[in-house]
């Protein structure tokens, strides 16, 4: 008798042992949380512990729902602190490198921003919520399309899609107070050089195909001046023959 109570009280605390696991797990792990639980874990523990403060950023981020941005099979992973496929051998850059590279072009309310490399057009819509105006240029068709469709149905009126070789900029629109590149080219453009406005700020990896350096460029009395970030890696920078730049 004592045996067969012995065995039900341990049977009743396996029982509940998994549930107590799964409730306390719930608060902590993100994966068990709601979205806006897992970007708001994001923003503090991959973004703001990393160091950046500005303000806009932050609440862009806070704001704008990652999840959206990514093909369904990846949406649970979308706050993870890596980058993820978009589909046609593209991926979506990681949470801190879109905040760094937003960050150091110090952008306002005031800045127009050319985007080269427009992806999922998840960096297009961070830059959106800062700036005035947002120019994005996407090489491959399906993508450029499913971004703007993306950023129109979001309720996006200040950013401009089109599809081409960002290579050459957007000269129509141009000058632009910031340009961000998010492909890799083995060297700067010229014709981004050329339409970023004095005063302006580039952010752009250049280097080989599985190693870069991303770097910032301020043009100051029309001259060009060049600080090195950090190493990073990006998709290379195409042409529309498909041999990488
Ligand atoms: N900023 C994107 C990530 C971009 S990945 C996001 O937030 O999701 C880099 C993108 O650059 C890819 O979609 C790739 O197709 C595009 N790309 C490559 N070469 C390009 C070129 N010459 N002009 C414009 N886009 C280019």
Redesign the pocket.
């Known amino acids: 008798m004592a045996n067969a109570k012995k065995t039900l009280i341990c049977l009743l605390i396996c029982m509940m042992v998994p549930f107590m696991f799964g409730v306390t797990c719930r608060a902590e792990n993100p994966f068990l949380q709601s979205f806006e639980k897992r970007r708001e874990h994001m923003v503090r523990t991959q973004i703001e512990a990393r160091g950046i403060t500005d303000k806009k950023i932050l609440k862009a981020l806070r704001k704008v729902e990652r999840h959206k ?1 990514v093909p369904k099979e990846y949406q649970l992973q979308a706050y993870g602190d890596y980058p993820l496929p ?1 589909g ?1 051998g ?4 990681q949470p801190y490198i ?1 905040a760094l590279m937003t960050e150091v072009l110090d952008l306002d309310s005031s800045k127009k921003v050319l ?10 819509a961070i830059l959106a919520e800062i700036c005035e105006s947002v120019c994005t ?4 068709g399906v ?1 450029g399309e499913k971004a703007k469709n993306l950023l129109a149905d979001l309720g996006y009126e200040n950013i401009n899609v089109k599809i081409g ?3 050459q900029g957007w000269k129509e629109y141009g000058p632009f107070d910031a340009i961000i590149v ?2 890799a080219p083995s060297h700067i453009p010229q014709p981004l050089q050329d339409q970023l406005a004095e005063g302006g700020k580039m952010v752009i990896p250049v280097g080989k195909k599985f190693t870069q350096e991303l770097v910032l460029l301020t043009k100051q009395k029309g001259k060009i001046k060049k600080k090195d970030i950090i190493p990073v890696r ?2 290379p ?3 529309k023959d498909g041999k990488a ?1």
Do not use: K, P, R
Request: glycine residues 14%; proline residues 0%; aromatic residues 14%.
């Open positions: 941005f978009i046609e593209q991926t979506i850059s879109v985007e080269v490399g427009t992806g999922s057009g998840y960096q297009a240029i996407e090489l491959i993508l070789d960002g290579y998010t492909c990006f998709v920078m195409m042409g730049y």
